[in-house]
Structures are given as C-alpha cells and as structure tokens.
C-alpha cells in the first residue's frame, strides 16, 4: 500500500516509469501529496549518484553540467516550466484574473525565461562551489527532500487560485495526519544526512516558500501548479546555496 502511495507521487514528479498496473489519476496523486518527501529522497540519490561519480572524475564545472542536465532528465522539466509560468504571470500588470490568464499561456514570455536563466545559473554556482562529491551527494538528497516539502506545507495552509489542477492538492493536504506524516519523513531525513545545519537551512525554506504563498495570494488569488513548481524550483536552489555557502 505505502509502495502504491509512494509510486503514484513519483509518476507526478519525474519520468521513472512506474509499473503499467498502477494507472494513477490526478486524484489519487493528490491523496500521496504527503509522500514528496520520500520522492525527493529517490530523486536526490539518483542525481546524487550521478554528482559523486563525475565529481570524482570530472572538472568541477563539467562534473556541475552534467548533474543539471541529470536533474533535467530525471524530472522531466515539470516544475522548471511552473517557474517560468509563475514568473510571467508574477509579472503581468492587470488583476488576478489577467496574472492567472499569464501562467496559463503556453509560450514562455521574457520573464519566465529571465527566472529560467537565473535559476540555471544559480544551481550552477551552488553545484560548482562544493569542494567534497561526498558533500555535494547529501547536499543535493537534503535539498530535493526540503523542495517536496515545502510544497506539501504551501498544500496545507494554503487554498487554491481557481478549481483546476492545485485544488484536489490543496484539500488532501488539509488532512492534519498527512502533513504531520510529511514534516516527520523529512526532518528525519534532513537531521540524519546534514544534522542541525540541515534543520537551519529546512527553516529558510520554508519561510521562503512562505513568502512565495503569500505573494501568490496577493497576485493570483492562491496557490496554482505553477506555484507549486515555482516553489520547488526556488527551494531546490535556495537549499543548495545554504548548503554550498555554509559548509561545515
């Protein structure tokens, strides 16, 4: 049962195929909501994997290319493509209506390829500042960990834009036990891999993803699948950054 659960979060969140008997739909991806946490543990060992060995015999800034261009893979582009949507939409001048129309369009307007670039660069600087592969395998599982769950926390506090994507979301993770289950996998996970240090940087996060809450409420109305991509995106870098700058 919790193998099921834990597969349908990570058919959503990357493109590890899942066995074709588990035909999950949005809504039972949206029940597992609070299983992310566990999906970004899969999702960092796998990238981290990918760090350690060509960090080991790779350039740094060759070894860090090559981790994003894995990271890329391995998720599919999903939430890469909120960002951009959440940063053409962030800047739409108009009402809610307008900026929620902005994250809706399919093509990607100079904001949301200025965020892209940003963001590209600054996982870039973070991966290429880290001394030790070792290092830079727990620093990338952490922060996949604390991206997943940043989203659920938004999930759980927070209603949606309009009835679409992010509403089934947003209802499941009103379950107190679920989120409770999710805060418990990743303070777990983040103390034993990264200790205090990784509790210090759990907390920026979320008090960034807090700040990216409230700034959807005010311009869009709500929390939207495009905010929750954006947040994952903003969290994974923020994380890393933490971890690179900081190291002890």
Known sequence: MVFKSISSALSFLTIIPIPRAYNFD???????????????????IIVGCVALLSSTVLPHYIASFLILV???????????????????????????????????????GAAGTTALIINFIGLFVALIN?????????SIIVSEVIAKYVMVFQAS?????????????TIEMKKGYKIIISIIITISIVYV???????????????????????SYKKFGGVTGDVFGATNE???????????????
């Open 157 to 169: 506090v927070g209603h949606s834009a309009w009835s679409g994507f992010s509403s089934s979301f």
């Open 70 to 108: 894995t990271l890329v893979i391995v998720t599919g582009v999903h939430h890469i493509d909120g960002l951009a949507d959440f940063a053409d939409g962030l800047m739409t001048k108009g009402d809610k209506e307008s900026r929620r129309k902005a994250m809706s369009d399919p093509f990607v």
């Open 193 to 215: 891999i990264e200790g205090m240090m990784g509790l210090l940087t759990l907390g920026i996060v979320i008090i960034i993803g807090l700040i990216i809450f409230f700034v």
């Open 234 to 248: 903003i969290s994974r870098l923020t994380s890393l950054l933490i971890l690179s700058t900081l190291m002890i």
């Open 130 to 138: 880290f001394e030790s592969g070792l290092k830079l395998f727990y």
């Open 26 to 44: 949005l809504a039972t991806i949206a029940k597992n909501m609070y299983f992310f946490p566990l999906c970004g543990l899969i999702i960092g």
